[in-house]
């Protein structure tokens, strides 16, 4: 949008003071970010944090044998390592590139120090860090509720508004951790929503057939989240 720096891409940046937003841009970088690349990993101490500008990175909880189960997921609305301020210096669980897009990196320090010279960014990176607190809760009941073909429907639809697209780039692999689910049966619920007629699925891209009918299809846990987000005023519109 004409007047905006380029960090006005990420929703959280966007909504700061420009002094502040320049300030950041000064000690930050844009960086890619590569699908399957994990920017922290369970107990790793939390050197940079990232905002996402484009792509979706998924946090996950890592069991000791090796299985991942996907906690939320960060878009260009939200922050990725904002959890310093209240948490500790180290991460609670993996952050992994699901699909590819760029980010800010901001060094620890330098992001520290500005959360205390803004109360706005303060303010809006703990009303995010609400969010995914959210998004964990309802993951955890949904996993514990709900089908995997309709929880599939409910990743779909998240992952559609966080890159505003109809065609989704991901592996088995991640489906798998969304679902928490073995491989292979996440392939299975994959293919039955194929099936039907509601998506377009192979070679890690899922192509939006029919919105509608993967909204019809879905559990009610994307409308909770959705709508939970919405409360999030100026960085709600995408997750």
């Known amino acids: 949008m004409e007047g905006l720096t380029p960090l006005g891409e990420n929703r959280i940046l966007r909504n700061l003071p420009a002094e502040i937003r320049d300030e950041i841009q000064q000690c930050s970088e844009l960086i890619p970010l590569h699908q399957g690349v994990s920017v922290y990993l369970p107990g790793s101490s939390i050197e940079h944090v990232y905002f996402p500008t484009a792509g979706m990175v998924s946090l996950l909880a890592v069991l000791k044998s090796g299985l991942q189960v996907e906690t939320g997921i960060v878009g ?27 980010a800010w990196k901001m060094p620890r320090a330098a992001y520290l120090a500005m959360v205390e010279k803004s109360g706005a960014l303060r303010n809006l990176t703990n009303a995010y860090e609400g969010f995914l607190y959210f998004q964990a809760q309802q993951s955890s009941a949904c996993n514990s509720t709900h089908t995997p073909e309709a929880r599939l429907c409910r990743w779909i639809l998240q ?81």
């Open 76 to 102: 260009r609305a939200g922050i990725v390592g904002g959890s310093i301020v209240n948490g500790g210096p180290r991460a609670f669980g993996q952050a992994t590139v699901q699909i590819e897009g760029e």
């Open 159 to 239: 992952s559609r508004d966080v890159v505003q697209s109809d065609t989704i780039q991901l592996t088995e692999e991640f489906v798998a951790h969304m679902l928490a689910v073995p491989m292979h049966a996440a392939s299975l619920s994959a293919n039955l929503l194929k099936k039907a007629g509601l998506i377009e699925y192979a070679h890690g891209t899922i192509k939006i057939i029919n919105r509608d009918g993967i909204a019809e299809s879905s559990c009610e846990c994307y409308e909770a989240v959705r709508d939970y987000g919405k409360g999030l005023g100026p960085i709600s519109s995408a997750t």
